[in-house]
């Protein structure tokens, strides 16, 4: 045994290094002054041309949804529903509303919108949605009505808050609408159901799922000013990619300010922007963010993939992908966070990107412009008929995108959707080249088209995934005969 008395200098003990785990830092920026040169010499190939390469493997795709082909029966009682939420929560509130009433042999009023302080629009179903073709469309199916019948109104004084008004558990069965709810609408002729979003389950009967199919695919098209506006809005973005014969990409972006606020991750701001979105966040869920025992930990929101995309991002993402930079992009978004700043870079990358607010002239904005449900629904519709759709975010507008566009193009949804857990890596990877980010980039771009192709998995939603199996496998007795609730 050997026992050393000397002394050590604490100079000659070698110290240790902790560095951030890889994909927790917002190095975007660096990485595109890095590689910059590399990305605008590699401007030869266009993924709009191969984009999509896989096709439904499902047998013919068929939509879910069959006309009706018996006789209504003899309605239950008046079913009245306050949509809460923005304009996709809204949307799923009338769907599942169609579904409940025609499930309950009852009449549907036209369901009301919710006044909400953050979306802030007064907005009626008839200023978002075409009323008489949702009438029209429904009527051999469910019945639907403008408003309630006076002769019912009188016995409850002609007032809605005298009407019993059920509180539903958030994605209650249907066979709860059956046991719980049905009783009491055949009793009082008239009942309420308030809040009414995400109040049904996403598994139901066949017969349920495609009276919601028949709502959101068929009977729901935007009113008439909405839809002039977007068909013009698509028909200038055509014109604007007939380089690439009128194909266009339509972009998702989530960086308003509450949203990058609600994701509490740090991006290039320093001081100023931690500051700035401290009072948004105090703003907007006072308290939620700075309550005793809260812990924050930035890094392992950016590492879980769960921080909103910057405009930088999705630029250098797409260009990776293979979009070159001739590429028209519709940017769907809100106010973009200190836009000057920010787009900046996206708008170098890609300077054909075009907004709703500069396709059209402000005289044609104008009846819109105060209005975010009528704004999103232009965002919704100009999206649809993009050759390639990008989500970044997540939330209702992408989900119900997705199924419209599965909808529309034959079981394929045409969306990317990328693994932001890999992109925290792959843009926070210092020693990265510009051919390997592209190799490993359009790996992603493949399997987003290999994804888009899916069938519906159990407990997913209808209005994501249009054309379950279960259903295209069905006869059509099977889908039109009307549930006997009664």
Known sequence: ???????????????????????????????????RADMDADNATDALATVWRHAYK???????????????PE??????????????QQRASICNAVAVAGFLNATLVIPNFHYHSIWRDPS????????????????????????????????????????????????SPIQYYKDAVLPKLIEERLIRISPFANRLSFDAPSAVQRLRCLANFEALKFSKPITTLSDILVSRMREKS?????????????FEEDMVAFSCCVFDGGEEEKMELDAARERGWRGKFTRPGRVIK?????????????????????????????????????RIYKAEKNMAPLLEMFPLLQTKETLASDEELA??????????????SVCVHSEVFVTTQGGNFPHFLLGHRRYLYGGHSKTIKPDKRRLAILFDSPRIGWKSLKRQLVNMRTHSDAKGIEMKRANESIYTFPCPDCMCRSNKSEHSKPIQAR
């Open 298 to 334: 930035p890094g392992a929101i950016r590492m879980n993939g769960k921080c909103p995309l910057t405009p930088l991002e999705v630029g250098l993402m797409l260009r990776g992908m293979g979009f070159s930079n001739n590429t028209a992009i519709y940017l769907a978004s809100g």
């Open 1 to 35: 045994m050997l026992l050393y008395m000397g002394s050590i200098s604490l100079d000659s003990v070698p110290r240790i290094i902790s560095r951030p785990a890889l994909g927790s830092l917002y190095r975007s920026p660096q990485l595109y002054a890095r590689l």
């Open 367 to 380: 009846p819109f412009k105060n209005f975010s449900s009528r704004m999103a629904a232009i965002d919704y």
């Open 58 to 72: 499902g047998g013919i795709w068929r939509p879910c949804i069959n006309n009706n082909i018996y006789d209504l």
């Open 124 to 171: 009626k179903f008839s200023d978002i949605y075409d009323e008489e073709h949702f009438l029209q469309r429904l009527k051999n199916d469910v019945r639907v009505v403008d408003k309630v019948p006076e002769f019912i109104m009188e016995r409850f004084g002609h007032n809605l808050s005298n009407v019993f008004n059920f509180k539903i558990k958030a994605w």
């Open 75 to 88: 309605s239950n009682g008046y079913i009245y529903v306050e949509a809460n939420g923005g304009l996709n």
């Open 242 to 254: 007939a380089e690439n014969n009128g194909k266009y990409v339509a972009v998702h972006l989530r």
